[in-house]
């Protein structure tokens, strides 16, 4: 039995009927910042630049509730009429075995069914349905941690004959459809390029040739990375004084280098703290660009700035802001 939320009064609610789950398929939002204090992982979709821009796309809140489909996608049937946008890795997703573009706003009708092909590029994608996935909140978030068991529907990952609750959307269906982003604000995540770093606090514990080989040859992403980290494989890395550290904060994108002398790039389902030496940690803007790397992609590593992190975030977010503001204007043009 799928969980549901009670219907509310005055409107009706989209439903989704998950036929096939796909490989690991979770209600993800922008998580849970808040509580790191107490320990608790912010969680959160891996890309959530993607995920914000596909929310803007069918009229929701940057912040609303959407599925994450990780390589393989979910099977879905739509039991009411509403729109969804589909954005980050390309998973080549169909509606009634009819292909359809990314990063653009699409109507759906009662009995459509939506999925997914073989992945060609990138490793995840985000599925936001015009109202946002309405699920229980736990800690202010609707976001699935899976480790913890909580979360999205009932902490863990979709499943068959799930039913997953759409609240109600700000816009006529006709006025989303067809929605689509501007090619240059769409995402590059094919293009082979540098993920920039900032140097973090041990990256003098580190002999110079190892930290030399750090900066300059390609390391793997292996087989054994999840959510919570990205384990690589490359060059040895050497520590002067031992791995160990009195333990202390950590973050999505901290990159962590323990005895064995191989990194470990902190995710979203990150723990708090750690008692490795850390080399960095990958600036903001970059970490929507490593969410979409899949196992046996090469890594290579750039250190910038604080000044220019500071400015490529700040890029981006002039764009989710600009996208955000068309609709809170369109939202009361229809509301008058």
Request: glycine letters at 12%; a positive charge; proline letters at 6%.
């Amino acid at each position: 039995m799928g969980a549901r939320t009670a219907k509310r009064v005055g409107f009706e609610m989209e439903f989704v009927k998950v036929m096939k789950p796909g490989l690991l398929t979770t209600v993800q939002d922008l998580g849970r910042p808040e509580y790191r204090t107490f320990g608790v992982s912010t969680s959160g979709a891996m890309d959530k630049l993607s995920l914000q821009l596909a929310n803007i796309l069918v009229g929701n809140r940057e912040s609303a509730a959407a599925l994450e489909a990780t390589l393989i996608g979910p099977h879905l049937l739509f039991q009411r009429e509403g729109v969804i946008a589909i954005t980050g890795g390309n998973l080549n997703p169909s509606i009634n075995n009819q292909s359809i573009p990314m990063w653009k706003a699409i109507r759906v009708e009662k009995g459509d069914t939506l999925t997914f092909g073989p992945c060609v590029d990138g490793c995840r994608a985000y599925i936001a349905f015009a109202g946002g996935i309405d699920t229980p909140k736990v800690m202010g978030s609707r976001s699935t941690y899976v480790r913890g068991n909580y979360g999205g529907i009932e902490g863990r990952g979709l499943k068959s004959g799930d039913d997953l609750q759409v609240g109600e959307s700000v816009f006529h269906v006709n006025s989303l459809n067809g929605r689509r982003l501007r090619p240059n604000d769409i995402p590059d995540f094919k293009s082979s390029r540098s993920v920039r770093f900032i140097l973090g606090p041990h990256h003098e514990e580190f002999t110079p040739k190892s930290f030399e080989a750090f900066l300059n040859e390609p390391y793997t992403l292996t087989n054994d990375s999840d959510r919570m980290g990205y384990r690589l494989q490359g060059p040895h890395l050497q520590h002067i004084n031992g791995p160990d550290i009195i333990s202390d904060f950590i973050s999505a994108g901290t990159i962590q280098v323990p005895g064995s002398g191989q990194p470990i790039i902190h995710m979203a389902d990150c723990g708090t703290s750690g008692g490795y030496t850390k080399m960095g940690v990958i600036i903001s803007a970059d970490m929507p660009y490593i969410a979409q790397k899949k196992p046996g992609e090469q890594i290579v590593f750039q250190p910038i700035t604080i000044e220019e992190a500071h400015r490529l975030l700040r890029n981006q977010e002039m764009l989710l802001s600009e996208l955000s503001l068309i609709n809170r204007i369109k939202a009361k043009r229809q509301a008058i």
